[in-house]
Nanobody, 130 residues
Framework: QLQLVESGGGLVQPGGSLRLSCAAS????????IGWFRQAPGKEREGVSC????????SFADSVKGRFTISRDNAKNTVSLQMNSLKPEDTAVYYC???????????????????????WGQGIQVTVSS
């Protein structure tokens, strides 16, 4: 059973940066597509970014394009979400998610819908406020 743990959240002023990390306990993240989602109070969970299982294809929500980047560190078995130029509307609980896809090139993909992921972390709070 893949277990995911998010870290790096907290309080930051508008315009600031945070780096979220998603780590897996016991199992490698190789072969998994990884997604980052967020949920603000009173709102539905929305996709923020994802990275494919083997070739590093990425996708971003329009609201974060140009400000957020996503990357894998295979040596550390983590996936990071670098968030720059943060805005108050980025305030939410952020979740890391994973879905097993495999290692075949033709299967390389990631999706920005929550239904596409089986494994989820507990979430971490990000608050952007002055």
């Amino acid at each position: 059973q893949l277990q995911l743990v998010e870290s790096g959240g907290g309080l930051v002023q508008p315009g600031g940066s945070l780096r979220l990390s998603c780590a897996a306990s016991d199992l490698t993240l190789d072969g998994y597509a990884i997604g980052w989602f967020r949920q603000a109070p009173g709102k539905e969970r929305e996709g923020v970014s994802c990275i494919s299982n083997i070739d590093g294809k990425t996708s971003f929500a329009d609201s974060v394009k140009g400000r957020f980047t996503i990357s894998r560190d295979n040596a550390k078995n983590t996936v990071s979400l670098q968030m720059n130029s943060l805005k108050p509307e980025d305030t939410a609980v952020y979740y890391c998610s994973a879905e097993w896809i495999g290692f075949k090139a033709v299967q390389s993909r990631c999706v920005m819908t929550a239904q596409g992921y089986t494994y989820w972390g507990q979430g971490i709070q990000v608050t952007v406020s002055s």
